[in-house]
């Protein structure tokens, strides 16, 4: 980006007008593109000596999280903290949801606390999604169930862009456990939005039938993923879940699709990507060798995804309220 | 004489024309100049979007006057607003580029328009966030009054005495048609009723 150019005039005139981030599925292209510019510009707020903006300063921010998560919950908090909001945690094992509170009920006591922006984890697809139609304050989707993780697809997009200037016409191979991952579908929205051609990798029985109907090819053969592709995102082996069942063993799936160095040396761009939403099972879906090589941009995700939090933070904290939209 | 303004907005009158800006810019270069006895530890920095590119005009000023390298940034001022919370959807934000250290310099803040202060005061909070410069000045190609904050400039390229619900426009030729400086001849219509003010969005 250069210095002292004029803003774009594009995008200038295309506002934030929702009141939720609940999924990629329901953003237009456009819509995207704003959060993105817009985390350009918050992203050089964290490399300052004072790493601090008195923007949301006022507004409380709530992390409920119904699902056990440290980099994301942490991103949020940071992200919120960086805008001078003030930020509460819950974690649902300490609080009255052990003790039969329903979530609507958790929500309306936390509104009558008069917070402005709920950020909620929950292992049921669609449960920030209900929340955000019961709820006066601004809902942020950090991960519901196999559903939706728009936050870790719009930093993922970031990290495209910014490592290869554009997304429009790129490959993307996303490899893993695609059928209980949410962060594969989020990128899918966002990608094919974007114009890029998306591939899908893994094992059959991890495999969602009719994913073709989102746009994206299928392939069973990771050298097959590998080959043209501009960017490879690997998934997460979920084995604490019960994935394991679903492949023989972590090291079969390692020798069919883990990625490692002569695996890359054999097929892949000379300048392809590789990305991991994190936490990497080491030697399973992704060698060291691979995970801490030249093509790894898996750090450069996370802290890009400071950014973007900072970004959605900010757009859904301006957005109209109820009572005022209907006025 | 009348000029279309990008907004489409007709009725304006020119106070100034691309010489009249283009001496502002030289006077205030030389202003700067005898001020700070020369260029050294100076540092520009304009606020988005228009004082950005005055800033980069000016700076060549002085360079030709004092031939001494003067650093310029760009200061988006939209995270530090005073209305924030009074305004929906929030405004785009737009970086912050300031590829230099602050620290002990003598910065000269760069706005187009100086109106009610606000802008300048939230320059002002966004720049003790990055540094702390040694002195900070404030150069304005227009000084339309109506401070609401005890804030002046200490360069000023035409002072131009306004009602409050006129708009002024700069025109500049690196983003506009055309280079001006125009203000609406509307001046004896009746006030609307919470008319929006400069650089404040009408609360919704």
Redesign the interface.
């Known amino acids: 980006?250069s210095?002292?150019t004029?803003?774009g005039q594009a995008?200038?005139t295309l506002?934030?007008?929702k009141k939720d981030l609940l999924g990629l599925r329901t953003l237009s292209a456009d819509e995207i593109r704003?959060i993105l510019?817009?985390a350009?510009?918050?992203?050089?707020?964290s490399l300052?000596?004072?790493k601090?903006?008195?923007?949301l300063r006022?507004k409380t921010v709530v992390n409920l999280f119904f699902e056990p998560s440290t980099r994301t919950r942490i991103s949020f908090e940071l992200a919120a903290k960086r805008?001078s909001a003030d930020i509460v945690n819950i974690a649902t094992h300490s609080s009255s949801l052990s003790k039969g509170e329903t979530i609507l009920d958790t929500v309306h006591n936390l509104e009558a606390l008069k917070v402005d922006i709920l950020v909620i984890r929950h292992a049921a697809a669609g449960v920030p999604a209900l929340i955000a139609s019961q709820a006066t304050s601004a809902v942020i989707n950090a991960g519901d169930g196999a559903h939706e993780h728009p936050t870790q697809a719009l930093l993922d997009l970031f990290t495209i862009q910014e490592k290869k200037g554009r997304i429009d016409g790129l490959n993307v191979s996303i490899i893993g456990d695609i059928a209980h991952s949410r962060v594969a579908r989020s990128d899918i929205w966002g990608l094919t939005k974007l114009g890029a051609r998306v591939t899908v990798c893994g094992p059959p029985t991890l495999m969602p039938t009719q994913i073709e109907q989102l746009g994206v090819k299928v392939t069973y053969r990771v050298d097959e993923a590998i080959r043209d592709a501009d960017v490879l995102m690997l998934l997460r082996i979920q084995h604490e879940r019960q994935e394991t069942r679903l492949v023989p063993s972590l090291r079969e799936y390692r020798l069919r699709y883990g990625i490692d160095r002569d695996r890359l040396a054999a097929h892949a761009k000379p300048d392809v990507l590789i990305m991991h939403p994190g936490p990497v099972n080491r030697g399973v879906e992704l060698d060291s060798a691979v995970a801490d090589g030249p093509f790894s941009v898996i750090l450069d995700q996370v802290t890009n995804g400071l950014a973007v939090r900072m970004?959605a933070l900010?757009?859904v904290?301006?957005?109209?309220?109820v009572d005022?939209a209907e006025a | 004489m009348d000029a279309v303004s990008p907004s489409g907005f007709r009725d304006k009158t020119k106070v100034m024309d691309a010489e009249a800006i283009h001496r502002s810019l030289v006077r205030i270069a030389h202003e700067v100049v005898e001020r700070n006895k020369g260029a050294q530890g100076l540092a520009l920095i304009g606020i988005r979007t228009r004082g950005a590119l005055l800033a980069q005009r000016l700076a060549k000023e002085i360079e030709t006057i004092d031939h001494h390298p003067v650093p310029v940034g760009a200061l988006d001022i939209t995270l530090y607003r005073d209305d924030l919370s009074r305004i929906a959807p929030n405004p785009i934000v737009h970086a912050t580029e300031i590829p230099f250290n602050i620290d002990d310099l003598t910065l000269i803040l760069v706005d187009d328009v100086l109106f009610t202060g606000r802008t300048i005061r939230a320059a002002l909070n966004a720049i003790s966030d990055l540094g702390r410069p040694r002195t900070i000045q404030l150069a304005a190609l227009v000084d339309r009054g109506h401070r609401e904050l005890p804030i002046r400039a200490d360069y000023v390229g035409k002072n131009v005495p306004t009602h409050l619900n006129q708009r002024i426009e700069v025109l500049l030729s690196e983003l506009d048609e055309s280079e001006a400086v125009l203000i609406d001849a509307r001046a004896e219509a009746p006030e609307a009723q919470g008319a929006p003010r400069h650089g404040e969005r009408k609360p919704t």
């Open positions: 980006m210095l002292l004029a803003p995008t200038q506002q934030w007008t704003l510019q817009t350009e510009s918050f992203r050089e707020i300052r000596p004072i601090k903006v008195p923007t006022g805008l970004a900010y757009l904290s301006g957005a109209p309220k005022e």
